[in-house]
């Protein structure tokens, strides 16, 4: 295989081209960069954890979509991945580390215990972790596939290709951000 190969390239965002020129939105190069350099924050507490670390692995390999840079700091991360089982007494954990890490900032709920509590239908668990941040993609099972949590980090990719540099200030999100009592970092 030729060094070639071994390289994906990225389609190029909607615009306008000809011989030597092409022009397209800011948005559009912005959210190209930042989809293929996501740096996820893993906040493992159970067994989803275990399919995380497959999907980490060399078989599946998270790194393809450029995001192998696993980030233990909240302030150079922005992707919030939750997964496992949350206690309410963990709740206020999971709200200061999404309020450390800088806008924009994204969230998976990974597996069904930090979608909705799973099975802990208890005194104890927190009954979803959008009960204190706001969540933008939630992986279904119990626990998922590798493949499942991959198909979650796309539809992610998906968001952050798309959304527009403006979003994180209009009056909706900081509305958003306000019913989590969490103010917005610029
Ligand atoms: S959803 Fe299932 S596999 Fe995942 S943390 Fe909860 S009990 Fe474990």
Known sequence: MSEKENFNIVE?????????????????????????????????????????MATMGAHYDLGRFGAERLSFSP??????????TIAKKM?????????QMA????????????????VFDTYSVLQGIDKVVPVDVYVPGCPPRP?????GFMKIQELVGNETLRRRYSPEYIALLESYNITINK
């Open 75 to 84: 302030r150079q991360a922005d992707l919030l991945m939750v997964m496992g």
């Open 147 to 151: 493949e499942q949590i991959i198909d």
């Open 91 to 99: 709740a206020p954990v999971v709200q200061q580390v999404y309020e």
């Open 12 to 52: 190029a965002p909607e615009g306008y081209s000809a011989p030597g020129f092409f022009a397209t939105s800011l948005d559009a190069v912005i959210g190209l960069a930042r989809k293929n350099s996501i740096w996820p924050l893993p906040f493992a507490t159970s067994c989803c954890g275990i399919e995380f």
């Open 103 to 118: 806008e924009p900032r994204w969230v998976i709920a990974v597996g069904a215990c930090a979608s909705s509590g799973g």
